[in-house]
């Protein structure tokens, strides 16, 4: 597609699932980014994918969060035990190398209830 | 440490006013800077960026002035219309060798709200 594809759009789960998130990028952009951005706050980075070089995870809160990218497109985002203090807007960009002006999709909206 | 902040969480104009939105980072070293806006249930869209040899920027009835003496970014908007209602972020970013210099640190954000 033309843009940055994320899905569900909104996922309500129970503390403790698990839940899986899902970014499709823009075809042929090399670099995707998961940001986390909670109720009247900015964004904070998590994880950083470039082409095949290993992912800064630096950014992921707790090892109850982890991220995959399969054959350098399809990203998913995976989120262990969730936890209240998880319900945000997981925000996933894409960009062409390491342009900075990079394309976010609408994000998926989680709540744990 | 790095960060980024808005001087004003919240901006009403009326339709037709130029609107001017403040943002102060702490960061001397970083050297790039965008700005998003961002509509309610959409992602952050690129509005215009700057790199730290500039001091202004202009595009399509934005313009992004920087002042690096006293680390202060800010944005104009011409001319206001009620479809630039939203939430504005700046973002900083310090590029250069090492690093993580595809990271960007956002601000919290000011939303614009502009009155017909």
């Known amino acids: 597609g033309a843009g940055v594809s994320q899905s569900p759009s909104n996922k309500v789960t129970e503390k403790g699932k698990d839940v899986e998130l899902r970014c499709d990028p823009i075809s042929g952009h090399t670099a995707l980014y998961w940001y986390r951005q909670s109720l009247g706050q900015g964004l904070e980075f998590l994880i950083y994918f470039q082409g095949n070089s290993a992912p800064d995870k630096s950014g992921l809160p707790s090892d109850r969060f982890s991220a995959e990218r399969t054959g350098g497109s399809v990203s998913t985002l995976t989120i262990q035990r969730t936890q209240q203090e998880d319900s945000a807007v997981y925000l996933c960009?894409?960009?062409?190398?390491?342009?900075?002006?990079?394309?976010f999709g609408s994000g998926t909206r989680l709540t744990v209830v | 440490g790095e960060s980024v902040g808005l001087h004003l969480p919240t901006l009403s104009v009326q339709e037709g006013d130029n609107s001017i939105i403040n943002c102060a980072y702490s960061n001397s070293a970083s050297d790039y800077f965008i700005w998003y806006k961002q509509e309610s249930g959409k992602g952050p869209q690129f509005i215009i960026d700057?790199?730290?040899?500039?001091d202004k920027r202009q595009g399509q009835r934005v313009t992004v002035l920087l002042n690096k003496t006293v680390k202060h970014l800010s944005l104009q908007i011409a001319a206001t219309q009620p479809g630039d209602s939203a939430v504005y972020f700046c973002?900083?970013?310090?590029?250069?060798?090492?690093?993580?210099?595809?990271?960007?640190?956002f601000g919290k954000g000011t939303l614009l709200t502009v009155n017909p």
């Open positions: 700057i790199r730290s040899n500039m």
């Open positions: 973002a900083e970013n310090k590029s250069g060798s090492g690093g993580s210099n595809y990271k960007l640190t």
């Open positions: 960009a894409s960009s062409y190398n390491r342009d900075l002006g990079y394309t």
